[in-house]
C-alpha cells in the first residue's frame, strides 16, 4: 500500500522558518523524484521544488529560491522541505508527490497546512 505521509506544517509568523517531512511507504522510494508542491484557496496547485530526473539536481520555483530547500533521505524514505524567511503569501496546503523516474506511476500525499500569519 503506497503512503505518503506529510508532517510539520502549522502556524508561523513571517519570517519564521517551517520544516516540513514526507515520509513515504509501499514503493521504491529512490527510484523516484520526489517534489514539493501548494495550493492556496482558490489557486490552482503549482511546483514549489523538486528532484529532477538527473539524479540529486533541484529546481524551485522564483518564488521560493533562496528561501526554501528540497532534500531527501533515502535510507529513511523522507523528503523534506525547509523553508525559511516565510511569508504570507507562502500559506496554503503542502502536498508531496512521488514520480517513477522509469515508470508512470505518481503518487500524492494528502497534503499539511501551512499558515502565515502574524
Known amino acids: 500500500q503506497v503512503q505518503l505521509v506529510e508532517s510539520g506544517g502549522g502556524l508561523v509568523q513571517p519570517g519564521g522558518s517551517l520544516r516540513l517531512s514526507c515520509a513515504a511507504s509501499?514503493?521504491?522510494?529512490?527510484?523516484?523524484?520526489m517534489s514539493w508542491y501548494r495550493q492556496a484557496p482558490g489557486k490552482e496547485r503549482e511546483l514549489v521544488a523538486t528532484?529532477?530526473?538527473?539524479?540529486?539536481?533541484?529546481k524551485y520555483a522564483d518564488s521560493v529560491k533562496g528561501r526554501f530547500t528540497i532534500s531527501r533521505d533515502n535510507a529513511k524514505n523522507t523528503v523534506y522541505l525547509q523553508m525559511n524567511s516565510l511569508k504570507l503569501e507562502d500559506t496554503a496546503v503542502y502536498y508531496c508527490?512521488?514520480?517513477?523516474?522509469?515508470?508512470?506511476?505518481?503518487?500524492w500525499g494528502q497534503g499539511t497546512q501551512v499558515t502565515v500569519s502574524s
Open positions: 509501499g514503493f521504491t522510494f529512490s527510484r523516484f523524484a
Open positions: 508527490k512521488a514520480r517513477g523516474l522509469w515508470t508512470p506511476s505518481e503518487y
Open positions: 528532484f529532477t530526473s538527473a539524479g540529486d539536481s533541484t
